[in-house]
């Protein structure tokens, strides 16, 4: 055979054991975890060996057909290029499961003694992989053989059989981990908070006229949360306890608070609050105040979407219900308030008839809250949503509701 034939022969049984190496990886990846982690340093080295290795053969054994010059460069890197796609590339990845134990099996079986001969200096390897700012022998999708998580999502998305609905889930469930608890919080100017001093009477009104079953407690400050008072915690004491329902004080009742910071993962704080069995956490700012709050459901509707009940209904903005008397929703503008009423209203950072309700109290308005500006009485009627926020608000000129009073 001439010594080119001999230069292809060599490069292709070293692709063949690169391909190999790479097939390994991604059966341990599968099948394997600690094997991936003790043997993937080692399949990562021989794998790199053998492609540069196969690949100088190549460039040789066409050098010596060619002669030396650009016109080696094109068929070389061709044929490297097709013999990387297909069993470097693209077989490891189609393997199915069953082959892949049995490939896992055989690399355990080949690299326990190579991996102990070598001792010290194979410990070593793992050692400067692990270092590594990407280190680590799962760290890189095609270096581990593990198959990447976008790779998977995009896989997913391509089977005719996934409803459209059923992807953009798996694409939620996936960015979970990247998504931080800061930008799903409820934040705190939306949260009503509790006295500790209240009694059980006015946190029971609190909890019924606001719509939560869950109100965070407060000490000195709305940055000190001292506890989580429980709806059904309230009502159980005052059914056993009647004689102390003006008496009492919600810190009787009320549960230890969560805290977590507003950059935690949320992942991550969904199997935190799984494992302590709590529907509900205060977030802290770097500084250590209350940031927010965040649920369950916030985490959920992260996947699913928002989460809407039977409650949830569409209001017209403005509704007139007589002369100068009017229910709007809260989310209804400043801008449009005056134009309907043909007033001029001044309140800055405000952009919502809720907003100006709440701007004017100097906390978040509940059903019943009441405040007058510019000649308008505003009366909160309504919590809507399963955050309860302000649903409608009822506008009155203060001429019309002074004649209603008389």
Known sequence: ??????????????????????????????????????????????????????????????????????QVFLPAVGVLLVARYVLIGVGPRAMERQRAERVAATARRLLRPLHAALGPASRLLDRVTGALPFGGPG????????????????????????????????????ELGDTIVREVMVPRTDMVFLERDKTLNQALSLALRSGFSRIPVTGESTDDVVGMAYLKDIVAWIMQHQEAEETDRVEKVMRPATYVPDSKPVDELLRQMQLMRIHVAIVIDEYGGTAGLVTIEDILEEIVGEIADEYDTEQP????????????????????LEEAFGVSIVAEDVETVGGLLAHQLGRVPIAGSEATVAGLHLTAENVAGRRNKLGTVLIERVEEAQRDQD
């Open 1 to 70: 055979m001439p010594a080119a034939g001999w230069l292809l022969l060599a490069a292709t049984l070293l692709i063949i054991a690169a391909g190999w190496c790479a097939g390994a990886q991604s059966a341990l990846a599968r099948t394997d975890s600690d094997g991936l982690d003790r043997y993937g340093s080692l399949l990562t080295l021989i794998r790199v060996c053998a492609e540069i290795s196969g690949a100088v053969l190549v460039t040789l054994a066409f050098a010596h057909w060619l002669g030396g010059g650009w």
């Open 139 to 174: 760290a890189d999708p095609e270096l581990s053989g593990r198959p990447g998580v976008e790779d998977l999502v995009d896989y997913i998305e391509s089977q005719d059989e996934i409803e459209p609905g059923e992807r953009e889930m798996v694409r939620s469930v996936v």
């Open 317 to 336: 903005p403005v509704e007139w219900l007589a002369p100068g008397t009017a229910r709007v929703t809260a989310r209804l503008p400043v801008t449009d």
